[in-house]
């Protein structure tokens, strides 16, 4: 707009001397182009020629004092480039792009950013979408894909995103209703091998984890079925399947537990781990988020580790499942809008392998 206007003042300026001496006018004004013209040039010794701004609207403006014809032999561009500077001039008066406002969603603040960025260096096995679950314990609502875009933007590759179960449909139709069961193994310091046994409530997400053993027979299984049981309590009631494989380890004694409290047994078919996805799943975060990262001395230290990380499962961890709440909370935080005037403290589980946060009160 600014330009525009000078070049219209400019015009009009050297238009007084046109009316006033027409006959001395167009030769003033070649005289003018041609010092111009001298000055660009010593400008640019070496290299090509550029015709600054300023340039352009120096030589439209003193276009208007030369006749047409002679633009050819005064100008030291085309008459056709000397026209299109003159238009250009002329179309900013309508330019408003300036003066647009900026619509869409809101840029992510930067400590929002900075946060994110932490927690990602922190937490090296976290993918995008787990850190936008702790965002949410947090009380920043942040869609996966922002949190994606972030750190994508600073190097540090996000997780890929996890595939369901196949025997969707009815694991979805029956999950509030179902409890499912796997053994999982893991090794001590020395090479021995332990087995644990872990019960997944498919509705809130619970995680149980049963003793830790080396030997694990059909009465020790059939005991930690009862404990189990009565661990759950009231909430047996609202459960109708188990879901097992077909372990030799569990027997009819095992399945009796559960029968006489009306549950129906469903086994999974041979060979097909992903119809207990839900179970088979939580056994790969045990590994990923624990047991890879800890070296088990024992089966004391194990229950130890198991107690912990299962502590931390149903009272901490957010859950895709359940809008990224725990197993152990009902609604969702409240929505923290002031970043910087909050302290983040972080609880260290199993000696810094996971971490919590939490802002102070």
């Known amino acids: 707009m600014i330009v525009s206007m000078l070049y219209k003042v400019t015009r009009k300026l050297l238009s007084i001397p046109q009316v006033l001496l027409r006959r001395d006018t167009a030769k003033d004004a070649e005289l003018l182009v041609l010092r111009h013209e001298n000055a660009v040039l010593r400008r640019h010794l070496v290299g090509p020629v550029r015709y600054d701004p300023e340039d352009r609207f120096w030589l439209a403006a003193l276009s208007s004092l030369i006749p047409r014809h002679r633009w050819q032999a005064v100008f030291p561009v085309a008459p056709g480039t000397l026209l299109a500077w003159h238009r250009r001039l002329i179309a900013a008066k309508w330019d408003y792009s300036a003066r647009r406002t900026r619509t869409g969603r809101p840029p992510t603040r930067a400590a929002l950013k900075n946060l994110i960025l932490q927690l990602a260096r922190e937490n090296a096995r976290w993918g995008h979408r787990r ?105 047996m009631e609202s459960l109708r399947f188990l879901l097992r494989d077909r372990d030799g380890k569990y027997g009819r004694s095992f399945d009796a537990v559960f029968e006489a409290e009306e549950m129906e047994i469903l086994n999974s078919a041979p060979r097909a781990p992903r119809m207990n996805a839900h179970c088979e799943r939580v056994i790969g975060s045990i590994r990923r988020e624990a047991l890879d990262h800890v070296l088990i001395m024992n089966e004391a230290h194990a229950r130890q580790v198991l107690a912990a990380y299962q502590r931390h499962y149903n009272e901490h961890r957010p859950h895709r ?19 910087e005037g909050h302290r983040l403290l972080r609880t260290r589980v199993l000696g810094g392998v996971i971490n919590e946060y939490r802002y102070a009160a």
């Open 131 to 235: 850190i936008q679950g702790e965002l949410a314990r947090l009380g920043h609502p942040i869609a996966a894909s922002t949190v994606w875009e972030i750190l994508h933007a600073a190097g540090i590759d996000p997780a890929p995103r996890r595939t369901g179960p196949t025997w969707r449909e009815f694991l979805t139709a029956q999950a509030e209703g179902i409890i499912a069961v796997d053994f999982f193994h893991l090794d001590t310091v020395l090479g021995r091998r332990l087995y644990a046994l872990a019960f997944l409530e498919h509705g809130t997400r619970r995680l149980h984890i049963a003793s830790v053993t080396a030997h694990p027979t059909r009465q020790w299984a059939v005991q930690q079925a009862r404990n189990v049981a009565a661990d759950l309590g009231r909430r």
């Open 321 to 339: 499942a359940r809008s990224q709440l725990p197993p152990g909370a009902h609604e969702q935080p409240a929505t923290a809008h002031d970043v």
